[in-house]
C-alpha cells in the first residue's frame, strides 16, 4: 500500500478533522490555511482535497466533529447521574468550571471562534455553528425546564431563553480568557451565572457559592434533594 492510497483511508479525514479543531482554535478560521492543517496533521494536500472540497468544507465538518466531541464529553459527566435537574444544572456549570484548564485552545469553543469570524463570510459556516450551538442549548435547556417546573413554575421567563443566555455567559467567558490570557477570568464569570441561577430558582447559596470570586472551588456533583417545601417555592422573576 502506497503513501496516496494510505492518506485516502478513512483515518486521514479523522486526523484533517483533529488537526482542524485545534489549528482553528489556535489560530482562527481566517489565519488557518489547508497547507497549515495539513502540515500539522502530517497530510499532503492531495489527501487533503481526497475528503474535502475546501477549507470551508473542512471548517463545516470539523463544526460536526467538534459537536460530536462534545455531546459525548458531556453525555458522560457525572452531574448527568443526578435525579434532581436544577443540581444537573448547576452541576453542567460545575463541569464547564472544571474544564476550564490547560492552553486556551484546549478549553474554548471552535464553534464560537468560527462563527465570530464567519458569521457573514460563509453563511454555511454560521449555519453549522447555530445548528450545534443551538442544539447544545436545548439540551440544557431540558433540565432548566424540569427545574423551572419544580422551583419556580410561575416565572416568566422561558427555559429556552435561559440556556441561550448560559451559553452567552460561556462564549463570551471565552472571548475574556483569550484577552486576559488564562481561565482566571472564565471561572469568575462562570461562578457569578452559578449565583444567578441560584437566585432565579430561590435557592440559597452554599458556602462555596460565597467563596471569594476568582479562587476555584470543589466542585459538587452530589447534593441534597430538595426539600417539599423547596418544592413549592416559585418566583415571577
Not at 464529553?73 to 490547560?102: K, N
Not at 436545548?138 to 410561575?154: R, S, T
Request: glycine share 4%; net charge positive; with cysteine.
Amino acid at each position: 500500500m502506497n503513501a496516496a492510497t494510505t492518506q485516502s483511508q478513512p483515518d486521514a479525514r479523522a486526523r484533517l478533522l483533529d488537526t482542524a479543531v485545534q489549528v482553528i482554535r489556535t489560530q482562527g478560521y481566517t489565519a488557518s490555511t489547508v497547507d497549515d492543517i495539513c502540515c500539522a496533521a502530517h497530510l499532503t494536500k492531495g489527501a487533503f482535497f481526497h475528503h474535502f472540497k475546501s477549507k470551508e468544507d473542512l471548517a463545516v465538518a470539523a463544526a460536526t466533529h467538534f459537536s460530536q466531541m462534545a455531546e459525548r464529553l458531556f453525555g458522560d459527566a457525572p452531574y448527568r447521574q443526578l435525579a434532581d435537574p436544577l443540581e444537573r444544572l448547576l452541576g453542567y456549570i460545575d463541569f464547564r468550571t472544571m474544564i476550564l484548564a490547560g492552553p486556551i485552545p484546549e478549553f474554548t469553543c471552535l464553534l464560537g471562534t468560527m462563527v465570530q469570524e464567519a458569521y457573514d463570510t460563509h453563511p454555511a459556516i454560521r449555519r453549522a455553528c447555530d445548528t450545534y450551538l443551538s442544539a447544545h442549548a436545548a439540551d440544557v435547556a431540558k433540565d432548566i425546564a424540569a427545574a423551572k417546573a419544580l422551583y419556580a413554575p410561575a416565572a416568566k421567563w422561558s427555559a429556552e431563553s435561559l440556556a441561550l443566555y448560559t451559553q452567552a455567559v460561556l462564549q463570551g467567558a471565552f472571548v475574556l480568557a483569550k484577552s486576559k490570557g488564562g481561565p482566571e477570568v472564565a471561572r469568575d464569570c462562570l461562578a457569578h451565572l452559578r449565583r444567578y441561577l441560584l437566585q432565579l430558582f430561590n435557592r440559597p447559596p452554599g458556602k462555596e457559592d460565597n467563596d471569594h470570586v476568582g479562587t476555584t472551588r470543589h466542585v459538587h456533583l452530589v447534593r441534597r434533594a430538595p426539600t417539599r417545601k423547596q418544592r413549592r417555592r416559585s418566583t415571577a422573576t
